[in-house]
Antibody, heavy 120, light 108 residues
Framework: QVQLVQSGAEVKKPGASVKVSCKAS????????ISWVRQAPGQGLEWMGW????????KYARKLQGRVTMTTDTPTSTAYMELRSLRSDDTAVYYC?????????????WGQGTLVTVSS | DIQMTQSPSSLSASVGDRVTITCRAS??????LNWYQQKPGKAPKLLIY???SLQSGVPSRFSGSTSGTDFTLTISSLQPEDFATYYC??????????FGQGTRLEIK
């Protein structure tokens, strides 16, 4: 069965970086993009960007350009999201997600979420 | 960026009620509109994709429709497990995917 398993919660100081992992199983990793979404406490969903697990192409949300990098490691079927120069408003639960079919609309598999807390 | 305006932001209803949630796009998104349900502490769950296609395993009381840039999620007869927050999402612009602000559905 398809699973996306994310790394554990992180506490970081302002200005630091965080790298969240998303390990995929149960499907051919390189056939699907991985998207990243975050949700600040009590707030809505915010798309951060996506990466093609096939060729490494990326697209990032404009507001995060220059601070976010998404990568994949094909041998371990793992996607990574690194966010730099952390601020308090980066405190959120971070999710990875996979579309229901390659190049299709709608994400039907999600990781369990990783809480990143930014606090001095 | 394409703005998705969702209404209402919150809604109180009773078990058995018919409920409608609306999402309006600031420009055409064709049928690249998805609906998600999210319960506290959980990841979102895909309900409807491509405006009106029911995701596998989702009860048939959920349906989606569209008229131009307006999209509607309907729950025909609310069940206790449907009380949650619902989000629309446009994926027409893959360089800037956006969500509505959410609709919190509460028990009356």
């Amino acid at each position: 069965q398809v699973q996306l398993v994310q790394s554990g919660a992180e506490v970081k100081k302002p200005g630091a970086s965080v790298k969240v992992s998303c390990k995929a199983s149960g499907y051919t990793f390189t056939n699907y993009d991985i998207s990243w979404v975050r949700q600040a406490p009590g707030q809505g969903l915010e798309w951060m960007g996506w990466i093609s697990a096939n060729n490494g192409n990326t697209k990032y949300a404009r507001k995060l350009q220059g601070r976010v990098t998404m990568t994949t490691d094909t041998p371990t079927s793992t996607a990574y999201m690194e966010l730099r120069s952390l601020r308090s408003d980066d405190t959120a639960v971070y999710y990875c997600a996979r579309p229901r079919k390659p190049y299709s609309s709608g994400w039907d598999y999600w990781g369990q979420g990783t809480l990143v807390t930014v606090s001095s | 960026d394409i703005q998705m305006t969702q209404s209402p932001s919150s809604l109180s209803a009773s078990v058995g009620d018919r409920v409608t949630i609306t999402c309006r796009a600031s420009q055409s998104v064709s049928r690249f509109l998805n609906w998600y349900q999210q319960k506290p502490g959980k990841a979102p769950k895909l309900l409807i994709y491509a405006a009106s296609s029911l995701q596998s395993g989702v009860p048939s009381r959920f349906s989606g429709s569209t008229s131009g840039t307006d999209f509607t999620l309907t729950i025909s007869s609310l069940q206790p497990e449907d009380f949650a927050t619902y989000y629309c999402q446009q994926s027409y612009s893959t360089s800037s995917i956006t969500f509505g602000q959410g609709t919190r559905l509460e028990i009356k």
